[in-house]
């Protein structure tokens, strides 16, 4: 078993930066794929990053590329996603997410092995 929980949410305007984090319970956080997800109001979850357990394969969606990037650090069992220029359209509440051996890439809700609580995102204009 694996918790995982989020941190770094919060209200910030247009164009400004934020970063979550995500911290594992298990030292061996290195050997999960992870992915971050998000959900707006009335909207189903989707996907927004993932990275493979050995950092190959990452994936980023098209509205998000070149703006938000993963940062892994094994020794202390965290992921980060570091958002840059945000937009409105990025307010949701976003999760943290993992998967033992996970590959990476354009990874589906349903193959998620470890949910984080999630932490709202909002981006006022």
């Known amino acids: 078993q694996v918790q995982l929980v989020e941190s770094g949410g919060g209200l910030v305007q247009v164009g400004d930066s934020l970063r979550l984090t995500c911290t594992a319970s298990?030292?061996?956080?290195?050997?999960?794929?992870v992915a971050w997800f998000r959900q707006g109001s009335g909207k189903e979850r989707e996907l927004v990053a993932a990275?493979?357990?050995?950092?190959?394969?990452?994936f980023y969606i098209d509205p998000v590329k070149g703006r938000f990037t993963i940062f892994r650090d094994h020794a202390k069992s965290t992921m980060d996603l570091q958002m840059d220029n945000l937009k409105a359209e990025d307010t949701a509440v976003y999760y943290c997410?993992?998967?033992?051996?996970?590959?990476?890439?354009?990874?589906?809700?349903?193959?998620?092995?470890?949910w984080g609580q999630g932490t709202q995102v909002t981006v006022s204009s």
């Open positions: 997410a993992a998967k033992w051996r996970g590959r990476g890439g354009n990874e589906r809700p349903e193959t998620v092995e470890y």
């Open positions: 298990r030292r061996s956080f290195s050997n999960y794929g």
């Open positions: 990275e493979g357990w050995n950092g190959l394969n990452p």
